[in-house]
């Protein structure tokens, strides 16, 4: 069944309109949204994680008070950089906020995006190549998988540190503590290509598809996206993995319900909505339409979308500087006017 979700991507400005205007609003808000897109049916409340930069940087604070503030609405992130990541630290503060949440968590990872410093990583300790046993060679998107594949050996309660036996009565290897059982199966990886979905796939990650795609083949977004996931998909199977996989997408959607989303977005629903292909850290890369319209041309344009129809989760980013009333408007909207539409287009579901 199609779940809706909001991404926020936190970001804050101190510039006229602007209702989050520091880092703390931000935070803030993000919780509350949380708990108003809980009230308004929504099904998750994702959060995108960038640093040195006006965005959310470190999610699991405002996770954590989210879990806390709602009972039903999966928490997640969509994505957090694994370059920066340390990998037990990381599985630590994601199995306390898994407990807090009663097992709730979505944690979308990733190798990263083009982002505002250059390698801030390093700053943060981490160093292609730097680590004992580890390639000369190895790259940034090396690293990044390398961090992902010791964060998730945590998270399934392996030992890891040498026991003290003056202090534990035992020999062997101790795993990172808390453990939070079944969080190992709720981590999706951020493809930006078919052929890292494929890698997703044989990972036995879940699979989070953006509004971007770092190839392009010429054919439109959502198709190029549906074809993405059916290789996932394909793949998942081809590797044998028991459990059924997760997929989401991201869309930019703004319903025009009231005068303020038509004084903000009504000149952009005149406009010709479509794909946007140009060059993004060296590759061709095609970039999905927005989707700003009346609730029921919403319904009838997102029900023909390929890739929405073959996911299980819709993302919908959200224009968060404008603040929770009318991000939990335009969510409640899509609720309550939208995705009855889309669920019932669903080929599985007809």
Same mark, same amino acid.
């Given at each position: 069944m199609t779940r809706l979700g909001f991404l926020s991507f936190g970001n804050w400005s101190n510039v006229p309109g602007s209702l989050t205007r520091t880092g703390g609003e931000a935070i803030l808000q993000g919780?509350?949204?949380? *708990?108003? =897109?809980? +009230?308004?049916?929504?099904?998750?409340?994702?959060?995108?994680?960038?640093?040195?930069?006006?965005?959310?940087s470190s999610p699991y604070p405002m996770l954590a008070a989210a879990a806390a503030r709602t009972s039903r609405i999966e928490l997640g992130t969509g994505v957090i950089d694994m370059r920066y990541e340390n990998p037990l630290a990381m599985a630590e503060n994601a199995a306390a906020t898994d407990l807090i949440s009663g097992g709730r968590l979505q944690l979308g990872i990733s190798r990263g995006s083009p982002e505002t410093s250059i390698a801030g990583y390093?700053?943060?300790?981490?160093?292609?190549?730097?680590?004992?046993? *580890?390639? =000369?060679? +190895?790259?940034d998107a090396d690293m990044a998988r390398r961090h992902t594949a010791a964060f998730r050996e945590a998270l399934t309660g392996a030992g890891l540190a040498p026991a003290n036996p003056q202090m534990v009565g035992t020999v062997g290897l101790l795993p990172v503590t808390p453990q939070s059982p079944g969080l190992a199966d709720r981590i999706w990886w951020g493809a930006g290509t078919r052929a890292t979905a494929v890698w997703a796939a044989e990972q036995g990650m879940n699979l989070m598809s953006s509004t971007l795609l770092t190839e392009d083949t010429g054919v439109p977004f959502d198709e190029l996206q549906a074809e993405q996931i059916a290789l996932f998909r394909a793949a998942w199977r081809d590797a044998g993995w028991q459990r059924a996989p997760r997929v989401s997408v991201s869309r930019s959607i703004i319903p025009l319900i009231d005068d303020e989303t038509e004084y903000y977005f009504g000149l952009h629903a005149q406009a010709e909505q479509r794909d946007q292909v140009g060059i993004l850290d060296g590759s061709r890369s095609r970039f999905g339409r927005q989707y700003i319209g009346t609730p029921d041309r919403l319904a009838e344009e997102l029900s023909r979308d390929a890739a929405v129809l073959a996911a299980d989760t819709l993302l919908v980013t959200v224009p968060n500087q404008l603040g929770v009333d009318f991000n939990a408007r335009i969510l409640a909207s899509l609720a309550r006017d939208v995705m009855p539409a889309v669920r019932a287009a669903v080929p599985s579901l007809a």
């Open positions: 919780i509350e949204l949380a *708990v108003a =897109a809980e +009230e308004a049916g929504v099904d998750g409340a994702f959060y995108r994680v960038h640093h040195f930069a006006k965005n959310y390093e700053v943060f300790g981490h160093v292609p190549g730097a680590a004992d046993g *580890v390639s =000369a060679s +190895e790259t």
